[in-house]
C-alpha cells in the first residue's frame, strides 16, 4: 500500500527527535505495512494541501490523508526563483523570516488584508474542491486544529453572537449576515462528514491537553503514537 499525507507541523513532526521515524504518518505507513511519502511542512497551509496533493494525483496512490490545518495561513511563490513561502499570522516559519520583503507584506497581509469569515470560507470550498478531486481515491481527512467550527457552524438563532468577533458587523446589515450564515451552511452541507476522522469533533492539538508536547506546542513522540492508531482504528472499522 502506497500512502500519501499532507498538512503541516503536526503532521511532518516538528519537534520529535526523527520525525522520519516517528511521525504519526510513518507510524501509520507501519501499520498499514504501506510506504509513506509524507508532503507535510512545517507552516504547512490549506492552500498549499490543496496544490500539492493535486500535483501528486498522477503518482496514483493507495490512500490519501489530509490534515487540515489553521484556515488563516497562506501561500505565496516568489516571482524570480518560484520557491514557496508560507505566511501564518507569526510570520516565523519561513527561510525569509528576517528579510523585510517578507515581514513587511506580512504584517500588511495581516494587519489589512486578512478577513477572517472569507478565511473560514475559503477553507470550506478547499475542503469541497479537495474531496471532488479524490471522490474515486480512497482517502480520510482530519482537522489539525479545531478552526471555530463549533462557533461558525451555530444554529440561525445563535450566529450572530457566536461568531461576532469575527465578522465585521458594522458594515453589515441583517440580511447580509444571514446570508454568510446560508453561505456557510450550505458549504458544510455538501462537504462529506464521513470522509473525516469527527468532523467538528476532533482536532489533532485537542491531544496536547493529554499527552506530553514541546515548547513549542507540538505532540510529542506519544502523541503521534495515539493519532496513528486513532486513524488505523479508524480505517478498519
Known amino acids: 500500500m502506497r500512502i500519501y499525507t499532507n498538512g503541516c507541523s503536526f503532521t511532518y513532526g516538528d519537534e520529535l527527535k526523527s520525525p522520519n521515524d516517528s511521525a504519526w504518518p510513518v507510524l501509520l505507513s507501519k501499520k498499514l505495512n504501506g510506504q509513506i511519502v509524507n508532503d507535510a511542512v512545517s507552516g504547512g497551509t ?3 494541501t490543496v496544490y500539492r496533493t493535486i500535483k501528486n494525483l498522477e503518482k496514483e496512490f493507495d490512500l ?5 490545518t489553521t484556515y488563516s495561513r497562506f501561500t505565496f511563490y516568489k516571482s524570480d526563483n518560484n520557491f514557496e513561502i508560507n505566511f501564518i499570522p507569526a510570520l516565523t516559519l519561513s527561510d525569509y523570516k528576517d528579510k523585510s520583503s517578507y515581514r513587511d507584506w506580512g504584517k500588511i497581509l495581516y494587519t489589512e488584508w486578512y478577513n477572517e469569515l472569507y478565511a473560514f470560507k475559503l477553507w470550506l470550498q478547499q475542503i469541497i ?3 471532488a478531486v ?3 481515491k480512497n482517502y480520510l481527512m482530519i482537522n489539525t486544529t479545531p478552526n471555530r467550527l463549533k462557533f461558525w457552524l451555530t444554529g ?3 450566529f450572530i453572537d457566536s461568531v461576532k468577533k469575527f465578522i465585521n458587523f458594522s458594515l453589515m446589515n441583517d440580511e447580509q449576515i444571514f446570508e ?3 453561505e456557510i451552511q450550505y458549504y458544510t452541507s455538501i462537504i462529506n462528514n464521513n470522509k473525516f476522522y469527527q468532523w467538528g469533533e476532533f482536532a489533532i492539538t ?4 493529554d499527552y506530553p508536547c514541546g515548547s513549542g506546542g507540538h505532540l510529542l513522540e506519544d502523541g503521534h503514537v495515539h493519532v496513528a492508531n486513532l486513524i488505523y482504528d479508524h480505517i478498519h472499522v
Open 134 to 136: 479524490l471522490k474515486n
Open 46 to 48: 490549506n492552500q498549499r
Open 206 to 209: 485537542d491531544l496536547c491537553s
Open 129 to 131: 474542491q479537495l474531496q
Open 156 to 158: 440561525k438563532d445563535h
Open 180 to 182: 454568510e450564515f446560508r
Open 64 to 68: 490519501y490523508i489530509i490534515a487540515w
